[in-house]
């Protein structure tokens, strides 16, 4: 399961890598990573297919998780199955939510991340 | 005719007795002249009975000339010495009558007439004298009621210009201390704005500290069960991701440090004390503080962060809490200034904030340029002052700019300029000189 996880914040990464290291070595997922709304564009154009879950992060300089989101579901839509989009935030309010889940999004969780969940959820869209 | 002589003595003392009249002499002299008064009065039926030929013509102008010679050197009568003066010439005449009576009593007899109208004279010239000096007296006395007033009124006024200087100088202490309490409202107000983008600010760091070293945890375990395994090269590669993860927790621990520190010193009373700044690393980090405290007001507004920092700038002698404030505050203007436009409901509007630096000529330049709704014209002049603001009551102090500049320009020796097109563009330069020597 190929899962894009968006996030300015370059440590994500290792951190995504490290908390998912038995699942990567068991080949159970697999991750990609964007610094950016517009760079995770350009990836999808060519890999859209191939993605399953798109992990982004709301708050970002230049384009906002929640326009990615409105990018996706409008030119990313039609192959099916659509990504499952999970839009991730530091702010967790009301108006943050009703937007992501006004734009499409298929989950709304906010930081910081608990891993277990996220776990879980994987496991849920897995089966 | 020895009479006039001692009516004269008699009204004379009687006279001073009333000049001394409620003045302070009074009790001095009151006694005294009035028993002498009636001393004289004594005299005269006393001796003009007993012996009234020989010692009575004599002893009237005696007892004149003598109360004359004792009252013109006494100073507490020296304003009545013309007065006293006048007496003279019926103490001369006295005694010229009384001596050519017994002198000469047939010449005497002649011109009696003569000589009783001299003293006559005498005693009405005392008389006339007497009323005009009355009348000088009165206008003196008027004069110095008249002076009297004047003071009064000279010294009300002087009172009264010296309350309203008090009061001015009390105005003067209040207004300064308004102004400082304002200057520090103003710092906490755009700390309060600050407060959401710095507690956001903090809580990134503080989840990659959690989360890298509660991942480190589990691959200790994971290591443990690799080494029990024997697995040596995979324990290794645990140990480098490990060792990675820790050098992470502190990394993102001084950032969260970092930002905390730098809480405290735009909130600390400035210090004034001018220390070596990167002004590159001071306007990065008010530019997230402030972009950050806005969308933690406004969350749905985003904007792009452009940086074009110089690479070659030296540091630079400012305070830098100040120059903080002044960029927090060009920040601040500029990120409420495109979220302004977005609210005008361009669909195509991205807004866009920059901050620049570069060394020229001996200066740092700070840029900071947002596409924002720019300055209209004809409150350009005016944005530099004190309480001006375009900003909905209560949500500006209008004192931002105007302390930027007292900073900039009067605290640092600087120059900050602006400018603008409304409704595309505003950019304020900010020039700060090298040299330490700025004031």
Known sequence: MKILVVDDEADVQPLFLQRFRKEIRNQEVEFDFALSGEEALKYLEDKHSEVVLILSDINMPGMSGIELLGHIREDFGDPPPPPVVMMVTAYGDDENYRQAMDKGANDFLTKPLDFDLLKQKLKNLAE | ???????????????????????????????????????????????????????????????????????????????????????????????????????????????????????????????????????????????????????????????????????????????????????????????????????????????????????????????????????????????????????????????????????????RQSTNVKEPTDVNKLADEYLRLAYHGLRAKDKSFNAELLTRFSENLPTIEVVPQDVGRVLLNLFTNAFYATQQKVKQGDPKFKPVVEVATLLKRGMIEIFVRDNGTGIPEHIKDKIMQPFFTTKPTGEGTGLGLSLSYDIIVKGHNGKIDVQSKEGEYTEFMISLPLSAKNS
């Open chain 2, 1 to 267: 005719m020895y009479f006039f002589v001692y009516l004269g003595a008699f009204l004379l003392l009687t006279r001073l007795r009333t000049s001394v009249k409620f003045t302070e002499l009074f009790d001095k002299w009151n006694m005294l002249l009035r028993w002498s008064a009636i001393g004289v009065a004594i005299s005269f039926f006393v001796f003009g009975r007993i012996m009234p030929d020989v010692i009575t013509p004599f002893l009237g102008p005696f007892i004149l000339g003598a109360i004359v010679a004792y009252t013109l050197k006494e100073p507490d009568f020296k304003p009545l010495k013309g007065f006293i003066n006048t007496h003279i010439p019926l103490i001369v005449m006295g005694f010229l009558d009384a001596f050519l009576d017994l002198v000469a009593p047939e010449f005497y007899g002649e011109y009696e007439d003569a000589f009783q109208i001299g003293v006559l004279l005498a005693f009405v010239w005392i008389f006339a004298r007497w009323a005009s000096t009355k009348k000088q007296q009165q206008e003196l006395r008027m004069m110095s009621v008249k002076k009297d007033e004047l003071e009064a009124i000279v010294a009300e006024r002087t009172s009264e210009l010296t309350n309203q200087r008090n009061e001015l100088q009390d105005l003067v202490k209040e207004l300064k201390a308004t102004q400082a309490q304002l200057i520090q409202s103003e710092k906490m107000a755009s700390l309060g704005e600050l407060t959401a983008g710095i507690a956001h600010e903090i809580q990134n760091p503080l989840n990659f500290v959690n989360n890298f070293s509660e991942v480190s945890a589990e691959l200790i375990e994971e290591m443990e069960e690799e080494l029990a395994k024997g697995d040596k090269d995979e324990a290794l590669a645990i140990a480098a991701d490990i060792k990675q993860n820790l050098e992470k927790i502190r990394h993102h621990g001084k950032r969260a440090d970092g930002i905390v520190k730098g809480m405290l010193q735009h909130s």
